[in-house]
């Protein structure tokens, strides 16, 4: 009862703005309308799937996705490692990376818009080289510049905690590795990996998440309707919640929970049986 008594606060804000808004979310995507409305069963996921805009921007999240969340594993791990070693400014270097999860992210979008604007800074070193501008927010560069905006905004967070697994393995298996013989690429695959696939799922998981909040950072630069490579998930329901569609809201909202979802299982159950396999 102890227990239960102080975790009731928690439960009962949990529940209040997670769990109820969720299951009216999925009884509405049911519905024809949200007041005085009539079952309709599945019809509205049947409109949903059948809807152009709705595949292409389910297309573009997961594209972006299955690229971005893969680079940022790599990249994020090998800035790790770098950094474990006695480099010089190391300090420094790391608190560089940090930087960009502690300044307000309208500040970050004025920066990136001076950069990537048709009469930006980008264009005009174009510009001083002789070469043509170019658009782009409004042409296929706009899917590479919001994937460099996300590496650059959510990589300092991975390496913090690769960091923290790198230095919560012991050295002792190393200097053990060494005397056997083991190379480098032995002690990483067999040592270093085992020890941070905990670490690595965790990223993954939060890579993914991050991938579908990039929509803020997509809507401050691009507006509205950005070029149809950077139309996502969270575009289209944004536009249908301004159109006030909360029924193809509700039924793409229940559709991203359960991908997340069966993302979330996969991925965990692979960090089971790899540290099975492992042991």
């Not at 002792?172 to 905990?198: C, H």
């Not at 979330?264 to 790899?274: G, P, S």
């Amino acid at each position: 009862m102890v227990a239960l008594t102080f975790l009731l606060p928690s439960a009962i804000g949990f529940a209040l703005f997670y769990i109820i808004p969720f299951v009216m979310g999925l009884i509405y995507s049911m519905l024809d309308r949200t007041v005085g409305g009539s079952f309709v069963g599945l019809a509205n996921y049947q409109e949903l799937l059948s809807s152009g805009s709705f595949r292409k921007a389910a297309s573009n999240t997961f594209w972006f996705t299955a690229v971005n969340v893969p680079l940022m594993l790599l990249l994020s791990l090998v800035i790790a490692i770098l950094l474990n070693r006695n480099l010089y400014l190391r300090n420094f270097i790391r608190m560089a990376y940090v930087l960009p999860l502690v300044v307000p992210v309208a500040s970050v979008v004025m920066v990136w818009q001076v950069i990537f604007d048709w009469n930006g800074s980008l264009n005009a070193w174009l510009h001083g080289f002789g070469l043509d501008h170019i658009d782009w927010m409004k042409s296929a560069w706009a899917r590479g510049v919001v994937s460099v905006f996300y590496l650059w905004k959510h990589v300092g967070y991975n390496i913090i905690l690769f960091l923290a697994g790198l230095q919560g393995i012991p050295r002792d298996y190393y200097e053990t590795a060494n005397i056997e013989g083991a190379g480098k690429w032995r002690q990483f695959y067999s040592i270093t990996l085992v020890y941070l696939t905990p670490t690595m799922v965790f990223v993954v998981l939060m890579s993914i998440m991050n991938t579908f909040k990039i929509f803020r950072e997509t809507y401050l630069i691009a507006g509205d309707y950005p070029h149809d490579s950077i139309y996502t998930l969270q575009h289209y329901m944004n536009n249908m919640f301004l159109t006030m569609d909360v029924q193809k809201l509700s039924a793409a909202a229940s559709l991203m929970v359960i991908c997340i979802f069966m993302i979330v299982a996969i991925l965990l159950q692979i960090e089971k049986r790899y540290t099975q396999f492992m042991d």
